[in-house]
């Protein structure tokens, strides 16, 4: 039972384009959510998340949206830039800070400069 | 940062041998875990643990146990390592901010 689902395993998006990844959960009492980026060879990094309070959170070239009523979230990168070639995991939790990461299966964004 | 290390880094091995996976930390984060990634299936959670006393299950524990031997240290062992453990194999530790903080990995292939 995937509680996080991220549906598409790979996307190309040419340079200085806007990236827009997706994420869909089930479970209603996650209330914390994460996105996390790797690179080949090295272990996740976080990148943003955002609480079920809010609905937008921005750092930098990232945003992270957040739609409670569809059980829904997307990562938007603008614009885009070749490094940021990489997959990315969606994760949840209840409770931040409770340990427990539920992560998504990722996907592989790949950037075409 | 939360400085995790992994070793081995890479391991090759035969089925029914057993298996350690050592992970360590030098910023004495209390809660540590393991993970598993595999092609499709994004990172599973094996086991984690609160400090050395506390040892919990994740949703992939049946074929691991794991040993926190000191705060700084959690141990993932194979008892008897079959091919579907092959996998790539991930240690963090949970940062005060309350993010996970991840090591490199440990690539596990099991013939």
Same mark, same amino acid.
């Given at each position: 039972?995937?509680?996080?689902?991220?549906?598409?395993?790979?996307?190309?998006?040419?340079?200085?384009?806007?990236?827009?990844?997706?994420?869909?959960?089930?479970?209603?009492?996650?209330?914390?959510?994460?996105?996390?980026?790797?690179?080949?060879?090295?272990?996740?990094?976080?990148?943003?998340?955002?609480?079920?309070?809010?609905?937008?959170?921005?750092?930098?070239?990232?945003?992270?949206?957040?739609?409670?009523?569809?059980?829904?979230?997307?990562?938007?990168?603008?614009?885009?830039?070749?490094?940021?070639?990489?997959?990315?995991?969606?994760?949840?939790?209840?409770?931040?800070?409770?340990?427990?990461?539920?992560?998504?299966?990722?996907?592989?964004?790949?950037?075409?400069? | 940062?939360?400085?995790?290390?992994?070793?081995?880094?890479?391991?090759?091995?035969?089925?029914?041998?057993?298996?350690?996976?050592?992970?360590?930390?030098?910023?004495?984060?209390?809660?540590?875990?393991?993970?598993?990634?595999?092609?499709?299936?994004? &990172?599973?959670?094996?086991?984690?643990?609160?400090?050395?006393?506390?040892?919990?299950? !994740? @949703?992939? /524990?049946?074929?691991?146990?794991?040993?926190?031997?000191?705060?700084?240290?959690?141990?993932?062992?194979?008892?008897?390592?079959?091919?579907?453990?092959?996998? &790539?194999?991930?240690?963090?530790?949970?940062?005060?901010?309350?993010?996970?903080?991840? !090591? @490199?990995? /440990?690539?596990?292939?099991?013939?």
């Amino acid at each position: 039972d995937q509680q996080v689902k991220q549906n598409s395993p790979s996307l190309s998006v040419q340079e200085g384009r806007i990236s827009i990844l997706n994420c869909d959960y089930t479970n209603s009492m996650f209330d914390y959510f994460l996105w996390y980026k790797k690179y080949p060879a090295e272990g996740p990094t976080f990148l943003i998340s955002i609480s079920s309070i809010k609905d937008k959170n921005e750092d930098g070239r990232f945003t992270v949206f957040l739609n409670k009523s569809a059980k829904h979230l997307s990562l938007h990168i603008v614009p885009s830039q070749p490094g940021d070639s990489a997959v990315y995991f969606c994760a949840a939790c209840h409770n931040f800070g409770n340990e427990k990461l539920t992560f998504g299966t990722g996907t592989r964004l790949t950037i075409i400069p | 940062d939360a400085d995790v290390t992994q070793t081995p880094r890479n391991r090759i091995t035969k089925t029914g041998k057993r298996i350690m996976l050592e992970c360590s930390q030098t910023k004495g984060h209390d809660r540590m875990y393991w993970y598993r990634q595999d092609p499709g299936l994004g &990172l599973r959670l094996i086991y984690y643990s609160f400090d050395v006393k506390d040892i919990n299950k !994740g @949703e992939i /524990s049946d074929g691991y146990s794991v040993s926190r031997q000191a705060q700084a240290k959690f141990s993932l062992s194979l008892e008897s390592a079959i091919p579907n453990q092959t996998a &790539l194999y991930f240690c963090a530790v949970l940062k005060g901010t309350g993010e996970l903080f991840f !090591g @490199e990995g /440990s690539r596990l292939t099991v013939l």
